[in-house]
């Protein structure tokens, strides 16, 4: 059987870590409402190579970001890694080029992210990130809801649009991109 050696799999977990860092930084630059897109090269390292590797991606992103962006980006390391972690044992139990088995796992990263995610917005900024979701964390917190709560729907409302597109993108690439299908395929027989 024909394994995909570390070293290609290398350069694609950097291709990863670049598409992470070059389409999280246009997107936020573009201030589009309820999209990211920091985590697509993360998601697509793991359904492509395994949670493990899309761990090691992600982390290294947050990593990159913490010394190119403010040191803050790495304590949220865990969720990408968390992020990873799903996306990648989704792809093993699933076909990740279906529709519905990427729409189910935007939503399930959706509800983790945030609630991985939450606690340390909270523990680092107060659950304000100098983001366009400040406006919901303040409204809610002026309506009585806790910290806790305000930032976590804020972060929720956010992810829902970002994780679910995220997941679709990455489906697609998988299905369209003959190289990514390739991999896909070769990944699969390797881990039966």
């Known amino acids: 059987m024909k394994h995909t050696s570390k070293s290609v799999i290398l350069t694609y977990s950097a291709l990863g870590i670049a598409l992470n860092v070059i389409l999280g930084t246009v997107v936020s ?9 920091d985590t ?8 492509l190579f395994g949670p493990w590797w899309g761990a090691l991606t992600g982390g290294v992103t947050n990593i990159v970001l913490g010394m190119t962006t403010g040191p803050t980006a790495i304590f949220f ?3 990408s890694i968390t992020i990873a972690l799903v996306a990648g044992f989704m792809a093993r139990k699933f076909d990740f080029s279906k529709w519905y088995v990427a729409l189910a796992t935007g939503i399930l990263l959706s509800v983790i992210a945030p609630l991985v995610g939450t606690p340390i917005a909270v523990a680092v900024f107060g659950g304000l990130n100098g983001s366009g979701m400040d406006v919901v964390v303040l409204w809610l917190r002026a309506s009585g809801e806790s910290v806790f709560a305000s930032t976590f729907i804020s972060r929720i ?13 990455v489906a ?3 299905a369209r991109l003959p190289n990514f ?5 070769t990944e699969k027989r390797n881990a039966a």
């Open 29 to 37: 630059a573009m201030k589009i409402p309820l999209l990211f897109l």
């Open 40 to 47: 697509i090269g993360t998601v697509l390292i793991a359904v």
């Open 77 to 79: 390391g865990i969720v």
């Open 157 to 169: 409302t956010g992810n829902l649009v970002d994780k679910i597109v995220t997941c679709f993108l």
């Open 172 to 174: 697609f690439m998988i």
């Open 181 to 185: 299908a390739k991999i896909k395929k």
